[in-house]
């Protein structure tokens, strides 16, 4: 048996230029975390007393003869990848439902890669892990999906992940003192809006305006580095709520489903609550949403959003990791 665990990630800035569309022409970039809520996938051989070959279990039960009768598109197209021909077992938990905006498809693909992989006593490396998710996804699945969620998945930490060139990404950790960091950590106030959305088919429309909406992209790669200076500097960390404001104001600007009159009251709530600025997670449409607030100002912003759920994080620095191995092949 083996059991993997992958962190979901909270994007910042530069979100849409991970689009293949758009930083194989311009380049792209993303300042991004994992944090500590998980994916866990329980991956082991099925014993061989049962009438199918596969037992797939997530909010749904699968059990089969065959990959090609596998619903779930990650699951069949993960193992007929990995050209996997024994039985198997698989159980997906997760600490943060899907459909948030914190990256749990491609959270999903990154660990079920692993998991198999180890299953079968092959190592794979970080970088291939990434790789191969963004190909199972993007041109096996065929999701409008960007580049990022399966490198943040795969590394974990606080990263600038730069889009473009030959090695398709660069994974630069930031360097920046531990109490800027905590300072940050501490600053951040994550809730969640209870509206789920399919990201794809926003990010879809997204990837349809990418050419109308070049100013826009533009300015968020440069948000990536101007953030950074923000952390790395002694300029004060209330500048990177800010400047989280003044891209989700950007963001919408990308296409009408991004939000709505339920998110921007949402939004406009924490505001005036206390919060800097801040910003819906992932594609848009719903899901997580992210305010930057001062810790004095916190339990007023908790109070006027107290209808949502708040979720405390940390950062997380570890990636997709095998958590547990035992052989039990039959």
Not at 25 to 34: D, H, I, R
Not at 124 to 149: C, F, P, T, W
Not at 284 to 295: A, D, E, S, T
């Amino acid at each position: 048996m083996i059991i993997s665990r992958t962190p979901f990630r909270i994007s910042f800035f530069g979100g849409g230029t991970d689009y293949p569309e758009w930083y194989k022409e311009n380049g792209g970039a993303v300042l991004s975390t994992s944090i500590n809520k998980f994916s866990y996938i329980t991956a082991r051989y099925l014993p061989p007393f049962f009438d199918y070959k596969y037992r797939i279990r997530y909010y749904q039960r699968e059990e089969t003869n065959s990959i090609k009768e596998i619903q779930h598109p990650s699951v069949k197209n993960c193992l007929q990848f990995l050209k996997f021909k024994d039985n198997l077992d698989l159980v997906h938990h997760a600490d943060l439902p899907a459909r948030g905006g914190l990256g749990s498809s491609s959270t999903f693909t990154v660990g079920l890669l692993h998991a198999t992989y180890s299953l079968q006593s092959k190592m794979i490396g970080k970088r291939q892990l990434a790789m191969n998710a963004i190909h199972i996804e993007q041109n096996l699945i065929k999701e409008s999906v960007g580049s990022q969620d399966q490198v943040a998945a795969a590394f974990g930490g606080l990263n600038k992940i730069e889009f473009g060139g030959p090695k398709e990404f660069t994974v630069k950790p930031i360097s920046i003192e531990p109490e800027r960091v905590k300072l940050l950590e501490s600053n951040l106030m994550l809730f969640f809006t209870g509206f789920s959305r399919t990201a794809s088919n926003i990010a879809s429309e997204q990837i349809k305006t990418i050419h109308k909406r070049k100013a826009e992209l533009i300015e968020m790669h440069e948000s990536v580095d101007q953030a950074i200076e923000i952390m790395t500097s002694n300029q004060s960390m209330d500048d990177f709520g800010r400047l989280m404001g003044e891209q989700w104001q950007n963001k919408k600007k990308m296409t009408d489903l991004i939000s709505n009159s339920d998110i921007n009251d949402i939004y406009s709530k924490g505001i005036k609550a206390g919060a800097i600025g801040g910003k819906l997670l992932g594609a848009g449409g719903g899901g997580f949403i992210l305010f930057y607030v001062p810790k004095d100002r916190q339990k007023k912003v908790k109070n006027d959003l107290k209808n949502l759920l708040y979720v405390p994080f940390s950062f997380d620095f570890t990636g997709s990791q095998i958590i547990y191995y035992s052989d039990t092949r039959y």
